[in-house]
């Protein structure tokens, strides 16, 4: 039987960050025991792995970001209208404009849609 | 008009909390493929992932002008995805009739792709990806959040709408999961090698040479 070996896989997931702590009977056994370095080993490993996927992006669908874009001006034009702020209606009316200079900056002029051409629906109902 | 480069978010953001559109466009801009990159792990597919996108933009655009500048823009924009990735799972699987537990990731599993043409680190992500895939929807938002885009506890917690100690037990599950996954039962799914360097790492700084010595 490996008693401990099996106490400790059980806690390792906890253990491996710190989430919880090994008591000193514990702590002194794994110094001691392959296995158990082994098994720690392996969630280090994972945990490495898992890390490295933060600096991931993805390329966006084409017209992604024109949708968003698109969307905030709905809302943003609603917020305009219900508060009657002639400031920002007419910020509002040089969106257009300026969607086309923000895209240039990342080359997505190429993929980028009319913004007006088409209303992807939001999940949101917005 | 706002410069093509990219400024620092933290700049954008407050720019962008005071009205400046132009700004915030830029913040999308900059930080959209990130956004799309957490949401597609979240909730495993492009069309989920793209409206969570689209809702988290629009809820930041909400409420960009409370946004205080004392977490990171990126960490900002990750809580609010990861809400809208979470009610987005819940309305599927209540669509589906199953519970959020139980609901498997819907994209194609990558495991079977040819070991020869993706070697290495590659391969190694690859086949972490592909785990990350199976994991139930509950398990690996949890680990994602945590162990990817290292939110705390309490972020996740609320976020998800559980409690702090059920997001630890969903962790440690999760993890448990992807060891599985990842290496058992013969470990044929990851290379070998590279493991010794990390086994002192678990042992307090005072131990290490003892540890070392054994
Ligand atoms: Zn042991």
């Not at chain 2, 409206?51 to 988290?56: H, I, L, M, S, Y």
């Not at chain 2, 799914?189 to 700084?205: C, S």
């Given at each position: 039987?490996?008693?401990?070996?099996?106490?400790?896989?059980?806690?390792?997931?906890?253990?491996?960050?710190?989430?919880?702590?090994?008591?000193?009977?514990?702590?002194?056994?794994?110094?001691?025991?392959?296995?158990?370095?082994?098994?720690?080993?392996?969630?280090?490993?994972?945990?490495?792995?898992?890390?490295?996927?933060?600096?991931?992006?993805?390329?966006?669908?084409?017209?992604?970001?024109?949708?968003?874009?698109?969307?905030?001006?709905?809302?943003?034009?609603?917020?305009?209208?219900?508060?009657?702020?002639?400031?920002?209606?007419?910020?509002?009316?040089?969106?257009?404009?300026?969607?086309?200079?923000?895209?240039?900056?990342?080359?997505?002029?190429?993929?980028?849609?009319?913004?007006?051409?088409?209303?992807?629906?939001?999940?949101?109902?917005? | 008009m706002?410069p093509?480069?990219?400024?620092?978010?933290?700049e954008?953001?407050?720019?962008?909390?005071?009205?400046?559109?132009?700004?915030?466009?830029?913040?999308?801009?900059?930080?959209?493929?990130?956004?799309?990159?957490?949401?597609?792990?979240?909730?495993?597919?492009?069309?989920?992932?793209?409206?969570?996108?689209?809702?988290?933009?629009?809820?930041?655009?909400?409420?960009?002008?409370?946004?205080?500048?004392?977490?990171?823009?990126?960490?900002?924009?990750?809580?609010?995805?990861?809400?809208?990735?979470?009610?987005?799972?819940?309305?599927?699987?209540?669509?589906?009739?199953a519970?959020l537990?139980?609901?498997?990731?819907?994209?194609e599993?990558?495991?079977?792709?040819?070991?020869?043409?993706?070697?290495?680190?590659?391969?190694?992500?690859?086949?972490?990806?592909?785990?990350?895939?199976?994991?139930?929807?509950?398990?690996?938002?949890?680990?994602?959040?945590r162990?990817?885009?290292?939110?705390?506890?309490?972020?996740?917690?609320?976020?998800?709408?559980?409690?702090?100690?059920a997001?630890?037990?969903?962790?440690?599950?999760?993890?448990?999961?992807?060891?599985?996954?990842?290496?058992?039962?013969?470990?044929?799914?990851?290379?070998?090698?590279?493991?010794?360097?990390?086994?002192?790492?678990?042992?307090?700084?005072?131990?290490?040479?003892?540890?070392?010595?054994?």
């Amino acid at each position: 039987m490996h008693a401990p070996c099996d106490r400790l896989a059980e806690l390792m997931p906890a253990l491996v960050d710190g989430d919880e702590a090994a008591s000193p009977v514990e702590l002194s056994h794994v110094e001691g025991c392959l296995r158990c370095q082994a098994e720690l080993a392996r969630y280090r490993r994972l945990a490495r792995l898992l890390a490295q996927l933060k600096h991931e992006r993805e390329e966006l669908p084409p017209g992604l970001v024109c949708d968003v874009l698109a969307s905030v001006e709905r809302v943003a034009r609603r917020g305009a209208a219900s508060s009657g702020s002639r400031r920002r209606a007419v910020f509002v009316a040089g969106l257009t404009a300026t969607v086309t200079l923000g895209g240039l900056g990342l080359a997505l002029a190429s993929r980028a849609r009319p913004l007006v051409s088409r209303g992807r629906r939001s999940a949101a109902g917005l | 008009m706002a410069p093509a480069t990219a400024e620092p978010l933290a700049e954008l953001a407050a720019a962008a909390g005071r009205g400046d559109r132009s700004a915030f466009e830029q913040l999308v801009v900059t930080t959209s493929p990130g956004v799309y990159a957490l949401a597609i792990r979240l909730v495993g597919n492009e069309h989920d992932a793209s409206d969570v996108v689209q809702e988290t933009y629009l809820r930041a655009f909400r409420s960009i002008d409370r946004f205080r500048g004392d977490a990171a823009v990126t960490t900002w924009l990750y809580r609010i995805a990861a809400n809208c990735s979470s009610t987005h799972l819940t309305r599927r699987s209540k669509a589906r009739h199953a519970p959020l537990d139980d609901e498997m990731a819907i994209v194609e599993t990558r495991l079977d792709r040819d070991p020869e043409a993706v070697v290495g680190a590659s391969y190694d992500r690859a086949v972490l990806v592909s785990a990350l895939e199976r994991l139930p929807a509950s398990l690996r938002a949890v680990v994602v959040l945590r162990d990817v885009y290292d939110l705390p506890h309490e972020a996740i917690a609320a976020e998800l709408g559980i409690s702090r100690a059920a997001a630890k037990v969903r962790l440690h599950r999760g993890r448990r999961r992807l060891r599985e996954l990842l290496f058992s039962p013969t470990e044929l799914a990851m290379r070998p090698g590279g493991i010794d360097a990390d086994v002192t790492e678990l042992i307090p700084k005072g131990r290490a040479s003892h540890a070392r010595a054994v």
